[in-house]
């Protein structure tokens, strides 16, 4: 580096008050964002350079949680990878494993029973709602709004004990299956017991819900989670140091979001109205009723809102869900036994299901060869599987779309200018999840 | 959707005459498959012209051993092993050649793509105005530098998406403003997503106390380990999906 001539004085000379500082070089610095800082939502690593504390380029550093899952999906037969996709996105769990089951059902040619199709809807919805509720706490605590958070995690729980009596697990569920859905839903919400801490009044509280069957159990949230919604929209709507902090950041415009493969959330709140959900309808969502929100100025503050009214109008596709399951019973598997299991009782004293049983957990299926790609309206955006079989028990190459990864890269392109606490609400207003980025 | 997907086919057939338009019926997929070093081109056309505002996805396809198996299921049980010889997807370690379980009981010998069907980019576009997707696939001609356009001029959004593919099987995107790797480690060797890269790795860290340093070793915690084989089968109930399969050429015509 060499010391600046007199012929060729820094731009700063100017504004120097002394003949020291006007040999001084005003150069940008560069900062070092993350990996570990709370607002880098998991492992983002942001080499920033900055001009005081304007953004002039943002370079993000993923991939520190790369486990390759998509080269793991080749070695085992594709049912066993359906565990790994709760673990992409692991806020909105089901979703993801509903793009690569779909993925496999388009290549071997069936197509699940209606029952399974409206519990696949249902169990979406529930997805995006607790995605939001995450999203909403989190960006909330970010941007300074620590409230909302512990409101948010309250409804969150009750959504969570909806996955648990479903699958058995909380998050990662693999409920989904090629063929259906693993199991029907319960006839008993699982209810509290009595102890030190929770016992007269206050459990008959906790248990108020949870008399009847997982259904009922829902449409009770349902009937509640618009005035919880309120509550959140209490809180951030018009506050003003939300409204200082997301109105005119990050503005997105159409021509960007389709430039960058924006999806989701993020091409709505630019005002285009795109919602796999209506356009190309999957599951049961050509039969159910709701409305796409959509933004105007495509900032913080749409995106915030169009979240929010997109929980709305999850919660009314979740009673439409739950009025149907209620009245039609019936089968949520296949009945073919070369995709899906048999019955443990037939198992007992039927050979050929015993067959079935022994070769599909052993072996697997053998998908016709031919390639797909699988989308589904995950709650962050287009969730896609790309699957390559060769006629195979395992996919040939299994590429998994995650929104995040597009979203993430047009990073550069929108905070450039702003100021480095905007990166932060922008962060937010991403909705990165490094499971699926770095997946 | 059929019949959309069918006008639309035609539409392309006539506007691309040198490509190969292939249609997975009956769910209307369709794929374009564009002659080496035309893509760029190609891509641009679709944008101004058919409306593909979105590049939903750039993705990387390594074919080495496409169609190939571990067991053979078509000879009966008799004189032959249930057990796996061959180097298959993930039963090998760093250094070693990914081959397949050749006709047994004859040598077992790495297996040779045929040139230029090796690596592939695959894009991924949607047209939110017509509601439709497209899939374009271009075969790199050279398979030990495999090398396509970048699509970066036509969409931003090519950046990260080729990157990846960099990283992961080594396809360079000419005309990319910044090819670095994304996803792997600061420093990393070896394209993981080829084939014939092991699925255990090649080096592995730990933290060394003498030297008081995380140190980078060659792997010797996990040895290769596949617990099912490999299995291509007929299965007749899936006749329905036959239809959809298209003879890539990946291996000669010989499968």
Known sequence: MSAPSLQNPPASTGFASNAAEARQEIRNYTLNFGPQHPAAHGVLRLILEMDGETIVRADPHVGLLHRGTEKLAESKPFNQSIGYMDRLDYVSMMCNEHAYVRAIETLLGIEAPERAQYIRTMFDEVTRILNHLMWIGSNALDLGAMAVFLYAFREREELMDVYEAVSGARMHAAYYRPGGVYRDLPDRMPQYRESKWHKGAKLKRFNEWREGSMLDYLQAFTEHFPARVDEYETLLTNNRIWKQRTVDIGIVTPEQAYAWGMTGAMLRGSGIAWDLRKKQPYAKYAEVDFDIPVGVNGDCYDRYLVRVAEMRQSNRIIQQCVKWLKANPGPVMLDNHKVTPPSREAMKDDMEALIHHFKLFSEGYSVPAGETYAAVEAPKGEFGCYLVSDGANKPFRCKLRAPGFAHLSSMDAIVKGHMLADVVAMIGTYDIVFGEVDR | ?255
């Open chain 2, 1 to 255: 959707m059929n019949q959309n997907a069918a006008t639309f086919a035609d539409e392309l057939r006539a506007r691309f005459p040198g490509c190969d338009v292939i249609v997975a019926e009956p769910r209307g997929e369709i794929t374009l498959q564009v002659p080496a070093g035309t893509w760029r081109d190609i891509a641009r056309s679709l944008r101004d012209d058919f409306g593909f505002e979105q590049l939903i996805d750039v993705s990387g396809i390594d074919y080495l051993g496409y169609g190939s198996d571990e067991w053979d299921t078509d000879v009966s049980s008799q004189g032959f092993s249930r057990g796996v010889e061959g180097r298959g997807p993930g039963r090998f370690k760093w250094g070693e050649a990914f081959t397949e379980q050749a006709p047994q009981p004859t040598g077992i010998e790495p297996v040779e793509s045929v040139q230029g069907r090796r690596f592939a980019a695959v894009a991924h576009l949607l047209s939110v105005s017509r509601n439709l997707r497209l899939r374009l696939r271009e075969f790199c001609a050279d398979d030990s530098l495999p090398a396509v356009d970048s699509l970066t001029p036509i969409w931003a959004g090519a950046d990260w998406f080729e990157r990846e593919a960099f990283d992961l099987f080594g396809i360079v995107f000419r005309g990319h403003p910044d090819l670095r790797r994304i996803l792997t480690d600061y420093g990393f060797v070896g394209h993981p997503f080829r084939k014939d890269f092991p699925l255990i790795g090649n080096v592995e860290v730990r933290y060394d106390a003498e030297r008081e340093r995380v140190v980078y070793e060659p792997v010797t915690s996990v040895e290769p380990r596949v617990g099912v084989p490999r299995v291509v089968r007929e299965d007749s109930r899936m006749d329905t999906a036959q239809g959809e399969s298209h003879d890539l050429k990946i291996n000669g015509g010989a499968r």
